[in-house]
């Protein structure tokens, strides 16, 4: 009678030790973004960018250096579209504001909503980058077969360390037509 009511105990606290750690699992897992943001926030990786609008300041233009600027895109797997830049590389002066076009087309007989998310290579020059407007701001929505010109105007910040003479931005577009008919 001793070792079945030990047994019973014994498995009563293995089966509240897993609960704890399913728990502890599940909260790990829920608190996986917002340490994710923080890392890249200490140390600069991934190159994630802000999609908020900057006011367009006028800054003093660094003539005395020129950076390349490589502009690339990508479709999510899923993402029936056609997606690209019409500029690929853009040598610019730090300060001076410049406009980039992207052209999408949904390739689908269905109305589809897009977001493009951004992304730097190296991540430290993300800070450096300001987006004045931007088709990354928010979702695109797209009729049937539609095409679109976006545009994207910025400026990197002349006080861009000088060891930064090239970087790309990427942007990868997500099909979230799911996601918004949810809403």
Known sequence: MDDALNLKQKNTRLVQV???VVIGMFGFGYALVPLYDVLCDLTGLNGKA???AVEEIPYKVDTTR???VEFLTTLNASTPMEFRTETKLLRIHPGEYHTVNFYAENKTDKVMVAQAIPSF???AVAKYFNKIECFCFKQQTFKAGE???MPMRFVVKPDLPKDFKTFTLSYTFF???KAAVQR
Do not use: F, R, W
């Open 50 to 52: 802000e999609s908020v």
């Open 121 to 123: 290579s190296p991540g």
């Open 175 to 177: 099909d979230n037509t």
């Open 147 to 149: 095409a679109k010109v």
């Open 18 to 20: 897993l609960v704890l």
């Open 66 to 68: 020129e950076i390349n």
